[in-house]
């Protein structure tokens, strides 16, 4: 089962401007590591809601990419903390299954 990387490879047209949300389809599924993430594109502005195992309390990242700017749980982050969301959103894009994944845009599910 491909991943969201290995299909990213097929792309010949990046779309700068892309809003919707990446997440897992049900809540049984998450990446190999037990974490769970969900990525919401807005242009340059990601959003990333994530739990590192069950039972975690869920951390949300404010991403501006055209700024360079993190806000972690609406607090201002450094640049550990942007570190931390490349790393997050790298390791769903490496390991989360196209399968297990659904895409929602404005208007519907894709």
Same mark, same amino acid.
């Given at each position: 089962m491909p991943t969201i990387k290995q299909n990213l490879a097929f792309v010949s047209? *990046?779309?700068?401007?892309f /809003?919707? *949300?990446v997440a897992f389809k049900n809540e049984k599924l998450c990446l190999p590591n037990g974490s769970k993430l969900a990525l919401g594109i807005d242009g340059s502005r990601w959003v +990333? /809601? %994530? @739990? @590192? #195992?069950?039972?975690?309390? %869920? +951390?949300v990242y404010e991403y501006s990419a055209d700024k @360079? *700017? !993190?806000l972690v749980d609406k607090n !201002?982050?450094?640049?550990?903390? +942007?570190?931390? !969301?490349? @790393?997050? !959103? #790298?390791?769903? %894009?490496?390991h989360a299954q196209i399968d297990d994944v659904v895409t929602i845009v404005p208007g519907g599910i894709d």
């Open positions: 047209r *990046t779309d700068r401007e /809003v919707g *949300t +990333i /809601v %994530f @739990q @590192q #195992a069950p039972n975690e309390p %869920f +951390i @360079q *700017t !993190v !201002v982050g450094g640049p550990e903390d +942007i570190k931390r !969301v490349r @790393q997050l !959103v #790298a390791y769903f %894009f490496d």
